[in-house]
Nanobody
Framework: QVQLVESGGGLVQAGGSLRLSCAASGRTVRSYAMGWFRQAPGKEREFVAAIRWTGSSTVYADSVKGRFTISRDSAKNTVYLQMSSLVLEDTAVYYC??????????????????WGQGTQVTVSS
């Protein structure tokens, strides 16, 4: 089992920045790649970014490329999502995710093995 706990959500003005954290725990946590999804009201959950615990490979959704950065601290088993130049459309609940699949392509919810509880990000005008 893998447990994922997100933090760092909140209210931010458009154009601002926010950093989300995901603390991962469990004996097999390093067997999984880590990622972020988001879900806005009335919309499907969509992929944001993913990263491995080792190496430099990352993958991003087109909608966040150049604005969001995913990173990790392997010593702390923590994954971060640095969000900059936020726009109203970034408002959503952001979920941390763990998957055994990492092939350099975007993730779909069906391949996620574990989910966090989610953290709300609200971008105001």
């Amino acid at each position: 089992q893998v447990q994922l706990v997100e933090s760092g959500g909140g209210l931010v003005q458009a154009g601002g920045s926010l950093r989300l954290s995901c603390a991962a725990s469990g004996r097999t946590v390093r067997s999984y790649a880590m990622g972020w999804f988001r879900q806005a009201p009335g919309k499907e959950r969509e992929f944001v970014a993913a990263i491995r615990w080792t190496g430099s490979s990352t993958v991003y959704a087109d909608s966040v490329k150049g604005r969001f950065t995913i990173s990790r601290d392997s010593a702390k088993n923590t994954v971060y999502l640095q969000m900059s130049s936020l726009v109203l459309e970034d408002t959503a609940v952001y979920y941390c995710a763990a998957s055994r699949v990492f092939d350099g392509r975007r993730w779909y919810p069906q391949i996620v093995n574990f989910w966090g509880q989610g953290t709300q990000v609200t971008v105001s005008s």
